[in-house]
């Protein structure tokens, strides 16, 4: 995904420009088992027990950022109660 880029001014009259991170919105496997810090087979398996939600499109298995931040969300959910 290319940085959208942001131009701020300054006091004087230089300018800046600065890179802005957005969360993308989909991501395909190997991206989205880094994201969530799991083996792409580990990914493959939440997939497949319904722990994770995916889009296919085409051939491609996709994941909504959404999705993610969901699914890690429920793990910290998880260890508060299980601590």
Do not use: W
């Not at 701020?8 to 395909?28: I, Q, W």
């Not at 087979?41 to 969901?70: F, P, Q, S, W």
């Amino acid at each position: 995904m290319a940085m959208k880029q942001c131009r701020t001014f300054g006091a004087g009259a230089e300018e800046d420009t600065k890179s802005v991170n957005a969360p993308r919105l989909l991501y395909g496997r190997k991206e989205a088992a880094r994201q969530i810090s799991v083996s792409v087979r580990t990914l493959d398996y939440l997939i497949a027990n319904g722990k994770l939600r995916c889009k296919r499109l085409g051939g491609r298995v996709l994941l909504m950022h959404a999705e993610l931040v969901r699914f890690s969300q429920g793990l910290a959910d998880y260890e508060q109660v299980a601590a």
